[in-house]
């Protein structure tokens, strides 16, 4: 029998079921706008489906799907790992629970200045990434130096987007600073960072430690956001093992 045009099919496309919400008291007409776009995120219902943190574990694993980093038997620290969604995706990818017998076993350490829920297969620390000595404490928690370090860190939002935007080049800037002190020779660096012109210090001094340096706007990075990724891969070393390995 024909079926009358009009009338509610099995084969209706999806996009008629948008979940609306409506401004309550209270509530900002903003926050109402970020509350129904979270609600009817694809990507938020499938770390949801999946057991992820957070949406964020989707940029992660795209970027590690295209540039291979997370591999079995690395040594990752992420930093500013608050919810855990990195961790969660690194701990898969490098084998830190032993899962495949066949795979070297990796470890995962996050960091955070709060503290956050465990994490099964990380090794999770309270710790001021910026303290003088906070290189030392991650190599010692390691027992030696990292493979990756990554970070998904953003600065408080000011509502200025200039103010916004020099703030986490300077949090990126500093978790650079951590990753020269900590990475082994061939490492990656991998961290977010805001498009608005402050940047251009930043490549540079990557682009000087490490061998290839690029910026990625992976999927899961909502179209309306000015985040960006970068991912330095082949990290040259410390200048002193530089000079150490010329004079041998």
């Known amino acids: 029998m024909a079926k009358t045009p009009g009338k509610n099919t099995s084969g209706r496309g999806q996009r008629d079921l948008q979940v609306k919400v409506k401004t309550a008291r209270g509530r900002t007409t903003s926050s109402t706008r970020w509350l129904q776009r979270q609600l009817n995120d694809p990507y938020v219902k499938r770390a949801k489906a999946e057991g992820y943190r957070g949406r964020a574990a989707y940029k992660i694993l795209e970027l590690d799907d295209k540039y291979r980093f997370l591999v079995p038997g690395a040594r990752v620290v992420d930093l500013g790992c608050a919810p855990g969604g990195w961790c969660q ?74 103010t916004d935007h020099l703030r986490i080049i300077a949090l990126c800037e500093a978790a650079a600073h951590l990753a020269f002190d900590v990475l082994e020779p061939g490492g990656t660096f991998v961290a977010k960072v805001l ?45 002193e093992e530089e000079a150490e390995t010329e004079a041998s």
């Open 89 to 162: 995706v690194a701990v898969k990818r490098v084998n830190a629970l032993g899962e495949r017998a066949s795979k070297r076993l990796g470890r995962v350490l996050g960091v955070d200045l709060q503290e956050v829920d465990p994490i099964v297969g990380a090794e999770i620390h309270q710790l001021d990434f910026m303290a003088d000595d906070a290189d030392q404490q991650v190599k010692a928690w390691l027992g030696g130096t990292a493979d990756v370090v990554m970070s998904d860190m953003a600065a408080a939002a000011s509502g200025h987007k200039q």
């Open 195 to 239: 498009a608005g012109g402050a940047e251009a210090g930043l490549q540079q001094l990557l682009k000087q430690r490490f061998e290839k340096v690029a910026n990625v706007k992976p999927p899961a990075s909502r179209a309306d956001s000015s985040e960006k990724f970068v991912v330095a891969t082949g990290f040259r070393g410390r200048p």
